[in-house]
């Protein structure tokens, strides 16, 4: 039996330790991801949608997109072997896209990652965890921007919590181009909204409706926040959140999106307390929702 | 004498590799969000495949409440005026908005006012 004296495996050990090392750190870079607000708000309003992440396969594809849509600017960051791109409307920024390749063979769509306020990143996990929830993601901390963590609820919409350390966007109405509207659609809405309430304290309305669906409204703060509707089973639905920009006319801004290369998914119609909503889907496949609102529709401020 | 000590460094070599994954899983470094390969980001989700967005019939009402719209069911499940579907028979599962409180609207305030 030949034995290899330790000193000629000594650089190999080295050598993988430093490799190691190496990869650690790169991974283990940071993403320079900007506050969400500059100055810091000090406000909180938990349970407010207040970011939105995008995952693509092409970053530039989709920059080119929704700035062409929304007008929206992008700042670009880069940490290891990703990028991440910051789009900003009007100077801020609303929400970042991730490249992220999508393998051969692998069955994976884009998506809009609904970024939900809390105080504190751990303490909601733990509720969530105990009312039937699943961790995707543990709590990662980024400087500036504070700690999140990614969640799916008891039927699988996936969904992220934010710890801003700047504080949470202040109540205003959304500018055109900026997220105004978010929507749990469940198959069973009563039980997603008990979900919801219990780890972000929502008073939930139950909104009128003809259709036999149930139909909720999830608030804070005295604000409507999302909405939690049911839908009618069939094999391919699956619990989603999905995000809603305002635009100036929805049918214009479908038409716009399939101009560029999106398509529609649900036709430009008028919602149920009037207004003209639409889902529509970028290039590469990402659903996202387009309202309009009118300034006097909002009803008397409660504040 | 150079064995022994030779051992030693390599065995400290080792253990700390060892040590340095270790630190890798505590901290989450390198964790994927959908197990497709390194990300290093915690918002880099990519939805499985297949789910479905359209179809939808007439009934895609999903919106806020608007103006004069959004009269609830409150905590009593009552009825304010018509188009309104039936009470459900049971308790919901969530705890319902105080009775006599109406649907909030979003924000209205706009910036700079």
């Avoid at chain 1, 309430?197 to 409706?209: I, L």
Wanted: with cysteine.
């Amino acid at each position: 039996m030949v034995s290899i004296h330790p000193l000629r495996r000594f650089p190999k050990i080295v050598f993988s330790a430093l490799f190691l090392a190496a990869c650690v750190s790169v991974a283990h870079a940071q993403f320079e991801l900007p506050a969400l607000n500059t100055p810091p708000s000090g406000e909180h309003h938990v349970g407010k949608i207040i970011w939105a992440d995008l995952v693509t396969p092409d970053l530039s594809a989709a920059e080119k997109f929704y700035g062409g849509l929304f007008g929206w600017t992008f700042q670009r960051t880069h940490a290891g072997t990703s990028d991440y791109s910051v789009a900003m409307l009007d100077g801020r920024p609303i929400g970042g896209f991730f490249e992220k390749p999508i393998q051969a063979g692998q069955h994976k769509q884009p998506y809009w990652l609904t970024f939900i306020a809390v105080r504190e990143v751990g303490a909601a996990m733990r509720v969530a965890l105990a009312h039937g929830g699943k961790m995707v993601a543990g709590p990662r901390t980024y400087p500036q921007r504070g700690e999140q963590a990614v969640l799916s609820d008891p039927e699988g919409a996936v969904f992220a919590v934010l710890a801003s350390s700047s504080g949470d966007p202040p109540d205003y109405l959304a500018a055109p181009g900026d997220w105004i509207w978010s929507s749990l659609m469940s198959k069973d809405a009563g039980a997603a909204a008990a979900f919801y309430q219990q780890v972000f304290g929502y008073d939930v309305f139950d909104m009128e409706a003809a259709d036999g669906l149930e139909h909720l409204t999830l608030s804070s703060d005295d604000y409507a926040r999302a909405s939690v509707n049911s839908f009618s089973g069939t094999a391919r639905r699956y619990s989603h959140w999905l995000n809603f920009v305002r635009v100036g006319n929805v049918t214009d801004a479908a038409a716009k999106a399939v101009a560029m290369g999106g398509r529609v998914l649900v036709e430009p119609r008028a919602d149920r307390a009037g207004g003209m909503l639409a889902v529509v889907a970028d290039p590469t496949g990402a659903p996202f929702g387009l309202m309009d609102w009118d300034a006097s529709e909002t009803k008397t401020e409660p504040k | 004498m150079n064995a022994v000590r030779s051992r030693c460094v390599a065995g400290g070599c080792g253990i700390l590799a060892v040590v340095m994954l270790v630190a890798c899983a505590v901290t989450g470094v390198g964790v994927d969000v959908d197990g497709g390969g390194e990300v290093g980001y915690v918002g880099g989700y990519y939805q499985p495949y297949g789910y479905e967005y359209g179809g939808w019939g007439r009934d895609y009402h999903v919106g806020p409440a608007r103006g004069n719209y959004g009269h609830d069911r409150g905590g009593e499940h009552g009825a304010p005026h018509g188009n309104v579907h039936a009470a459900p028979s049971h308790a919901p599962a969530y705890r319902p908005a105080p009775a006599g409180r109406s649907a909030p609207s979003i924000p209205g305030r706009s910036r700079g006012h």
